[in-house]
């Protein structure tokens, strides 16, 4: 059949058609050897892609963590950063989400020092002097802005601090000092969710963690009136007895960084990875994982162009961006205050005008529409799904290469650039019904 249509239309010899017979039996031969070779190397990998989520609309969120008990200063950026966010809003109204990876409590120092350092007391949000910092929250809160997050009671195990107190001169000065910001802790004490009295580190009673975890509930909701629904593991050290003490506390999503971190090892750095973690995958307790994918810290020097870029590229690949930020970009002395203020504004608005569709929602929102099948959210037309799929196939670094070495890469954008012209695309509103 192939070689009749070739002989009538195109080419004159049979010489000429056996030519290109075989050449076109080559380019199969290689198309077919590529392919087994990818799904050989990869099966699980490409599996994976196709099952995490694809989203129909850009979505961005900004995950701020560290916000807790601090100066008067703190609450008037707050408000600032209320102020900015209720301004910007998308297609449907909704105004930007920053959500707020809050820590309840820091440590007493004038208490534990007069215990001679042997005690541990903490002072919370609860108390009078914070509360220009909570009613700034709430204020948020209750403009749509700010979407609240469990960052642990403290940004460290109470304990840990108090064993290395003993031997650690940098960790008394801290202690010392009135702002005490929990920033500055060295990095391994401010993984609460392990034990980093000594390193490497071990994991802790999980009749401990339980009960830490039921104070921090019972806490939140005295301050806020409810306790966070999405928790936020510090410097993403937890394990599964976290988790399920999370889950029968309330906590449905766990904000993770694409994996799960158990151990600080010798020298306090963090061990290998235990788990690669996808959007929408589940964890203990029916918990729904979510993926932060990108940074906008201006205190290291993140500008708004870097975030127009994240968007681009997670939207592409129909997943959400996540930007991780922290409190320490916000209050850094009023010029670098400022400027992280103009950038966040500039971040947001230069992402809406590229992608005039985007969604802004909480974290929380987001999980609940990745869990939910028949969510507005998602994207279910077959076109899009293979679109999508072989664009995060080429975003993956392992399977990138393969595709580079056996040629695939080609095809493979030829595919995605037709698919994209066919699947054009279509306006979803997510309040409709
Ligand atoms: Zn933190």
Known sequence: MFRRVLADHFLRSETEVSHVTFVVLLLMLWLVLAVALLVARHGRLLHELWREPMIERPVLIVESDDWGPGPAEDARILREITGILARIRDRDGHPAVMTLGVVLGIPDAAAILASGGAEYTRRTLAETEFTPVVDAIRGGCVAGVFALQR???????????????????ALRAWLGDPLMRSETLPAEIQSRWVDAARLPSRALPSDDIERAVREETELFRRIFGEAPEVAVPNTFVWDETVERAWAASGVRCVVTPGCRFEQRREGGGLAAATRRIRNGQRGAGGMTYVVRNDYFEPIRGHRAERVWQAVARRSAQARPTLLETHRESFIDGPDRVRMALEELESALRGAQSRHPDLCFMSTAELARHLADPASRLLARRLPVRIRVWLCRLRAELASARLLKATGLM???????????????????RLDQT
């Not at 030829?414 to 979803?428: C, D, N, S």
């Open 151 to 169: 960052h642990g009671l403290e940004h460290f195990w109470p304990q840990v601090l108090i064993a290395r107190l003993r031997e650690d001169d």
């Open 410 to 428: 080609l095809p493979l954008r030829a595919t995605e650039w037709g698919l994209g012209i066919l699947t054009r695309q279509r306006v979803v």
